[in-house]
């Protein structure tokens, strides 16, 4: 199972962009799928998370300006950023926890995409 994220790119402070992640096979069941990022010099945090059944979670500095969201029919998750910070500049990874099959457990990350956001 791969995880394919996109919607990365440059933008200006209080701008916005979409990040979308999907699973490329079926997957047997997820709990959860959420969003990671990693600022340079600075260790991979949680974003956003999502459970099968809809519960989120946030990191405090994103609350109110993020949106995570899944689609289980596609497998994918994706994040509406808003009012985007400089601080907010990072590689974004998707992850994916589950099982592929009733017996065995997973979890897959996504490749990474850049977010920059200029001041």
């Known amino acids: 199972v791969q995880l394919q994220a996109f919607g990365g790119g440059l933008v200006q402070t209080g701008g916005s962009l979409r990040l979308s992640c999907a699973a490329s096979?079926?997957?047997?069941?997820?709990?959860?799928m959420g969003w990671y990022r990693q600022a340079p010099g600075k260790q991979r945090e949680l974003v956003a998370s999502i459970t099968d059944g809809g519960n989120t979670n946030y990191k405090d500095s994103v609350k109110g300006r993020f949106t995570i969201s899944r689609d289980i029919a596609k497998k994918a998750v994706y994040l509406q950023m808003d009012s985007l910070k400089p601080g907010d500049t990072a590689v974004y990874y998707c992850?994916?926890?589950?099982?592929?099959?009733?017996?065995?457990?997973?979890?897959?990350w996504g490749q990474g995409t850049l977010v920059t956001v200029s001041s």
């Open positions: 992850n994916l926890d589950g099982y592929s099959d009733p017996w065995q457990s997973l979890e897959v």
């Open positions: 096979e079926a997957i047997f069941k997820i709990n959860h």
